[in-house]
Nanobody, 122 residues
Framework: QVQLIESGGGLVQAGGSLRLSCAAS????????MGWFRRAPGKEREFVAS????????SYADSVKGRFTISRDNAKNTVYLRMNSLKPEDTAVYYC???????????????WGQGTQVTVSS
């Protein structure tokens, strides 16, 4: 069992930055693929970014490529999402997820956090 707790969300003006963190419990964090997803009001959950177990491979949705950066620190059992040049359309609840050998862009993760709200004002 893995528990995921997101933090770092908040209200920011367009063009600003935030860094989300996701702290994971359990000793097997370093073996998991980690992903970030988001759900905007009235919309389906959307893939944002993922990172493999070692951090050597990352994937991004086209909508965030070049603005967001996913990273991980296996010693701290934490995955991060650095979000720059934020836009109002980035407003959503952001979730982190953990899974074993999850293909890029897949939603097939085993564990999900509760989410953290990100609101970008224009």
């Amino acid at each position: 069992q893995v528990q995921l707790i997101e933090s770092g969300g908040g209200l920011v003006q367009a063009g600003g930055s935030l860094r989300l963190s996701c702290a994971a419990s359990g000793r097997t964090f370093s073996s998991y693929t980690m992903g970030w997803f988001r759900r905007a009001p009235g919309k389906e959950r959307e893939f944002v970014a993922s990172i493999n177990w070692s951090g050597s491979s990352t994937s991004y949705a086209d909508s965030v490529k070049g603005r967001f950066t996913i990273s991980r620190d296996n010693a701290k059992n934490t995955v991060y999402l650095r979000m720059n040049s934020l836009k109002p359309e980035d407003t959503a609840v952001y979730y982190c997820a953990a899974g074993s050998n999850v293909p890029a862009f897949s939603h097939g993760y085993d564990y999900w956090g509760q989410g953290t709200q990100v609101t970008v004002s224009s």
